[in-house]
């Protein structure tokens, strides 16, 4: 079975793409910057379709979220021809939600001062 669960914060703001048949599928990328108290990783993530769009609407620099995924490895021959490994997510939730909430509250105006 591959399936792999990770924690960690965004390191920069999704990139996402539309490509496919008549470019109507979302690939969103991003890197996950996963802590372990002694050392942190930098795992590529890749999500499509509705989980791209999801990315795309709801996440950015900086949050915190945890996703379930699947390992996907490869070898492309650039200037360096290195190996890699990115994880191909099923399932994002975002941990940041009051944060969320305070923005909505923001926009929507509804401030009490006493």
Do not use: C
């Not at 930098?42 to 499509?48: D, E, G, K, V, Y």
């Amino acid at each position: 079975m591959n399936n792999v669960t990770l924690s960690g914060r965004l390191t920069k703001e999704p990139d996402v793409r539309y490509g496919g048949e008549n470019n109507s599928v979302a690939i969103a990328r991003f890197t996950l910057a996963v802590d372990d108290y002694k050392s942190t990783d930098f795992i590529n993530i890749r999500a499509l379709g509705k989980t791209a769009e999801w990315v795309e609407k709801w996440l950015q620099k900086g949050n915190k979220v945890e996703l379930t995924g699947k390992i996907k490895t490869g070898h492309y021959t650039g200037r360096a021809g290195k190996d890699f490994l990115k994880i191909e997510t099923k399932e994002i939730q975002r941990f940041e939600r009051r944060q969320r909430i305070w923005r909505f509250l923001i926009r929507q105006s509804i401030f009490y001062r006493h």
